[in-house]
Nanobody, 118 residues
Framework: VQLQASGGGLVQAGGSLRLSCAASGSPFSINLMGWYRQAPGKQRELVASITYSGRPNYADSVKSRFTISRDNAKNTVYLQMNSLEPEDTAVYYC?????????????WGQGTLVTVSS
């Protein structure tokens, strides 16, 4: 499974961006999809995740500002980011978990840079 993320860029504080991440290869039985981010000098952290049935989970710092969604037919996950703040500046990585047999396999996208200017 290969993940291709897109949609990052430079935006002013208060603005919006939408990230997309599409899976290719053999993207069957992908249960959990999500987004992580890593700011300079900080550890990678979970931003949001979503189950196959569409149940989302958000980091407290992005609740009410970010919305995660997925299209199972397209094996794609989205992250709509509104009211962006300079603190949201980071490289954003998409992540997917695939169930094969009794094991789960993790896959990561290449990262897309989001820069929020004040």
């Amino acid at each position: 499974v290969q993940l291709q993320a897109s949609g990052g860029g430079l935006v002013q504080a208060g603005g919006s961006l939408r990230l997309s991440c599409a899976a290719s290869g053999s993207p069957f039985s992908i249960n959990l999809m999500g987004w992580y981010r890593q700011a300079p000098g900080k550890q990678r952290e979970l931003v949001a995740s979503i189950t196959y049935s569409g149940r989302p989970n958000y980091a407290d710092s992005v609740k009410s500002r970010f919305t995660i969604s997925r299209d199972n037919a397209k094996n794609t996950v989205y992250l709509q980011m509104n009211s962006l703040e300079p603190e949201d500046t980071a490289v954003y990585y998409c992540h997917m978990t695939q169930r094969r047999g009794l094991a789960d396999f993790d896959y990561w996208g290449q990262g897309t840079l989001v820069t929020v200017s004040s």
